[in-house]
């Protein structure tokens, strides 16, 4: 019996210092396992004469209950220990204030884009939009730029590795441009199906373009807007016309110094070279190079499948890059491309 008592206390104590359920599965071990305490006294029961085993039979199960309640209480103690340090590790704090998400902003380019568009529209224009990685035949050939000639040098690019298009040669485009073309045999096609008058062209598209240059006025990635407008009697002067009044409701400025200089561009014929002085910034002064224009060569109109005897009209290609900068004054173009959001916040 003292045996019994004593085995009752120690196994209780053993179960308390265990402070873990893989420590206090082997306390358990060591009382009711197969080689336990408890067991060994089992097994001498065998020894004992009938009266004494009854007796001391019942006294072993009432330890085996008692270790089993001690067992059983310290189990669930753990668990309630172990369940209490998780809720306060997880614990929230309601009561923080929220992590307030920062306000977004347009890029200034993006700015740049949509003021063109909304001017652009509001006098008639469409928006079109099309391939960055185009055909040799769009973004040369057809603007009057054949094979071999010089002037294809003005604008180096990046080339597709032939094996991968076919055949068909392909490039990232080096202007938007090509997109006169591509609209215009659009449109030509859409009305002729219908066999239908023609009606005029007049259409913008901004987008992405590449040239291998870099430096402070260029990057390899740039963005351009090109404008076309091609009817039965549309000039030289409506283009000077559309162009100054577009560059004053971008610039919000009556008083700009705009310049059309004479250039050669194999698709115009006259071609010019539209300038723009800086107002303000760092570069205050300066002029800046924002487009070429002019009046669009006979042979691409016959590109655009029209008779170039009837149809006549105006194209430009300007940098939004050169826009952006001459309206914040900015003097880095690369700064467009940093990512940097100490420039960027300066616009939203
Ligand atoms: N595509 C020319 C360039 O990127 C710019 C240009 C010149 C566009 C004359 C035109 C144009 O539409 O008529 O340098």
Request: include cysteine; proline fraction near 5%; glycine fraction near 8%.
């Amino acid at each position: 019996m003292q045996d019994l008592e004593n085995i009752v206390t120690r196994a209780a104590a053993e179960f308390a210092a265990a402070s873990d359920p893989a420590s206090l599965e082997n306390a358990k071990a060591k009382f009711l396992g197969k080689s336990g305490e408890l067991t060994a006294l089992l097994k001498q029961l065998g020894s004992l004469a009938p009266e004494e085993k009854k007796s001391f039979g019942q006294s072993i199960n009432t330890a085996k209950q008692q270790i089993e309640v001690a067992l059983d209480s310290r189990r669930k103690d753990l668990e309630q220990k172990k369940l209490e340090s998780r809720l306060s590790g997880e614990a929230l704090d309601v009561t923080l204030p929220g992590r307030g998400r920062s306000r977004g902003g347009l890029h200034p380019i993006s700015r740049t884009w949509q003021r063109i568009e909304e001017i652009f529209g509001s006098i008639g224009f469409d928006v079109a939009d099309g391939p960055e990685i185009e055909t040799d035949w769009y973004n040369f050939t057809a603007l009057n730029n054949p094979e071999n000639h010089p002037a294809r040098s003005m604008q180096d690019t990046f080339y597709v590795d032939m094996k991968d298009s076919g055949g068909l040669p392909l490039l990232l485009r080096t202007h938007t441009s090509p997109m006169q073309v591509r609209y215009a045999r659009m449109h030509v096609q859409q009305f002729r199906d219908k066999a239908a008058k023609c009606p005029p062209i007049k259409v913008i598209a901004p987008g992405r373009t590449y040239r291998v240059d870099s430096d402070a006025t260029h990057s390899p990635m740039f963005h351009q807007v090109e404008g076309l407008w091609i009817d039965e009697d549309i000039s030289f002067a409506d283009l000077k016309g559309i162009y100054v009044d577009f560059l004053r409701r971008f610039f919000e400025s009556d008083d700009l110094q705009v310049r059309f200089r004479p250039s050669y561009f194999p698709f115009t014929e006259p071609s010019a070279e539209i300038d723009l002085q800086f107002a303000s910034g760092p570069l205050k002064g300066r002029w800046l190079e924002l487009s070429g224009a002019g009046q669009v060569h006979p042979q691409v109109v016959r590109n655009f499948g029209l008779d170039p005897e009837r149809h006549i009209g105006f194209a430009f290609g300007s940098g939004l890059e050169r826009l952006t900068m001459l309206r914040y004054g900015i003097d880095d173009l690369r700064l467009f491309f940093d990512g940097d959001l100490r420039f960027l916040r300066q616009f939203s």
